[in-house]
C-alpha cells in the first residue's frame, strides 16, 4: 500500500485545511488509519484514528476541531481541521495498519501545515 498525503499548507490561526491521503489500493478492509503530527525537535504523536467501522478518535488537543473520516470509493481517508492554532503546525503524515494481526503499517510522505498568528 501506498499513502499520498496532501492538502498542506500555510493559513492563518482561525483558519482550516483539509488534508487528503489517497491509498494505491482499497482501504476498505484496512483495519485502521491514522493521521499522525511532527513538530520541529518533537517526536510524532497521533492525531486521529479511524477504524475499519468508521470508529473515531481524537488527541484531546484536536477534539472538537480536527474531523477524520474516509471515502472507501476513493481510497481516501481525510482530516478537516477547524479553529487552527499555531500550536498545530507540523508536518503531518497519513498512516495505514491493513491487520491487528500483523506489525505491517505504511506511511505516506507527509504534508506541511503552517498556522501563523
Known amino acids: 500500500v501506498q499513502l499520498q498525503a496532501s492538502g498542506g499548507g500555510l493559513v492563518q490561526a482561525g483558519g482550516s485545511l483539509r488534508l487528503s491521503c489517497t491509498a494505491s489500493?482499497?482501504?476498505?478492509?484496512?483495519?485502521?488509519m491514522r493521521w499522525y503530527r511532527q513538530a520541529p525537535g518533537k517526536q510524532r504523536d497521533i492525531v486521529a484514528t479511524?477504524?475499519?467501522?468508521?470508529?473515531?478518535d481524537y488527541v484531546d488537543s484536536v477534539k472538537g476541531r480536527f474531523t477524520i473520516s474516509r471515502d472507501n470509493a476513493k481510497n481516501t481517508v481525510y482530516l478537516q481541521m477547524n479553529s487552527l492554532t499555531p500550536e498545530d503546525t507540523a508536518v503531518y503524515y497519513c498512516?495505514?495498519?491493513?491487520?491487528?494481526?500483523?506489525?505491517?503499517?505504511?506511511w505516506g510522505q507527509g504534508t506541511q501545515v503552517t498556522v501563523s498568528s
Open positions: 498512516y495505514a495498519r491493513p491487520s491487528i494481526y500483523s506489525a505491517q503499517v505504511y
Open positions: 489500493g482499497s482501504i476498505a478492509s484496512i483495519n485502521h
Open positions: 479511524i477504524t475499519s467501522r468508521g470508529g473515531t
